[in-house]
Structures are given as structure tokens and as C-alpha cells.
């Protein structure tokens, strides 16, 4: 393997002096922090949107379960009065009500549990690994 050198007439610069690596980290600190506050606000504003979703099709089941009991006691009612068309009719919108409840629930609860918990996972992550890097270079 042949060495490299330095072109002709260029030396290798120096290696820099701790104060000059002191300096240069005291400057780059803060933009570090400053982006990992950055990214901790964007997956703490994502979770949240996933949580609003996750609680908005959670009501909309609670709602539509609601028109599901108000179709069953008018099916019952129907079914009482002997009027065979009417609370067959009844009774098919009933399963239909509760079976998009049940779907808008499972989806719901599946929209929750990838919103939670709350925490800016990623961010906390690269703040650690950036805090033993610190560790490590500390003279």
C-alpha cells in the first residue's frame, strides 16, 4: 500500500488544541439542543394528531352503538306489534349500526394505542446518546 503525502508545498494542518475544540463545542451545544427540541415538538404534535383520530372515531362508535340500542327497543317494539316486514326491517339496521360501531372501535383503540404513550420517544433517544457523547469527550 503506498503512503499518502501531502502535495507538494502543502503540510498537514495541525490537529486543533482543546481550546479551540472547547470553542467549537460551546457553538454547536446549542443547535444541537435547539434540534432535538425541534424534533421532540414534531412526534409530540404527530402523536397528538393520532390520538384526536383515535378519540374521534372512539365517539363516533359511542354514537353510532347509541343508534344501535334506539334500533334494537325499536325492533322489539315492531317485532311486538307482529308487523313482520317492519322489524325485519328494523332488525337489519340494528346489525348494521352495530357492526360499523364495532369496526369504528377496533379502528379507534388501534389509532390510540400508536399515540401512546405521549412521549417524544426519538428525541429522548438522540438526547442520551448525545449526553454520553459529552460524557466521553470531557476532559
Avoid: C, Y
Amino acid at each position: 500500500m503506498a503512503a499518502q503525502h501531502p502535495a507538494p508545498g502543502r503540510e498537514n494542518p495541525p490537529d486543533p488544541t482543546i481550546g479551540a475544540l472547547v470553542h467549537d463545542l460551546t457553538e454547536q451545544v446549542p443547535a444541537l439542543v435547539r434540534s432535538e427540541i425541534r424534533l421532540a415538538q414534531a412526534e409530540v404534535a404527530q402523536k397528538g394528531k393520532r390520538l384526536g383520530v383515535g378519540l374521534g372515531m372512539f365517539s363516533a362508535s359511542g354514537l353510532l352503538a347509541f343508534f344501535g340500542l334506539a334500533s334494537a327497543i325499536t325492533t322489539v317494539v315492531l317485532l311486538l306489534d307482529l308487523a313482520l316486514p317492519a322489524w325485519a326491517a328494523a332488525l337489519i339496521v340494528t346489525i348494521a349500526l352495530f357492526a360499523v360501531a364495532a369496526g369504528a372501535a377496533v379502528l379507534g383503540k388501534s389509532k390510540v394505542e400508536q399515540a401512546t404513550p405521549p412521549i417524544p420517544e426519538k428525541a429522548i433517544a438522540g438526547t442520551k446518546e448525545d449526553l454520553a457523547t459529552l460524557k466521553e469527550i470531557k476532559p
